[in-house]
Nanobody, 124 residues
Framework: QVQLRESGGGLVQAGGSLRLSCAAS????????MGWFRQAPGKDRELLAAINQNGDSTYYADFVKGRFTISRDNAKNTMYLQMNSLKPEDTAVYYC?????????????????WGQGTQVTVSS
């Protein structure tokens, strides 16, 4: 069983930045994929970015390309999401996820393990 815990959320003004962290209870190197999702009130959960086991391949949703950067440090069992140029429409609960299955590519939304989420609020 993998436990994930997000941190780094909060309130920020439009145009500002936040860095989210996702700490895993087991070695992150054992997870083939890790990803960041978000869910705004009344909307479906959406995939933002994903990263492969070694950290040398990434996927980004079009609407975050150029603004968000995903990374992972397997030595620290932690994944990150650097978010720049934040907009009010980025307001949501942000979740990290992990999965050890190799059958799907980085754009998949299939994940076995999920964190509890961290709130990000961007004021205008």
């Amino acid at each position: 069983q993998v436990q994930l815990r997000e941190s780094g959320g909060g309130l920020v003004q439009a145009g500002g930045s936040l860095r989210l962290s996702c700490a895993a209870s087991v070695r992150t190197s054992s997870n083939a994929r890790m990803g960041w999702f978000r869910q705004a009130p009344g909307k479906d959960r959406e995939l933002l970015a994903a990263i492969n086991q070694n950290g040398d391949s990434t996927y980004y949703a079009d609407f975050v390309k150029g603004r968000f950067t995903i990374s992972r440090d397997n030595a620290k069992n932690t994944m990150y999401l650097q978010m720049n140029s934040l907009k009010p429409e980025d307001t949501a609960v942000y979740y990290c996820a992990a999965d050890g299955r190799l059958r799907w590519g980085l754009s998949t939304t299939k994940y076995d393990y999920w964190g509890q989420g961290t709130q990000v609020t961007v004021s205008s």
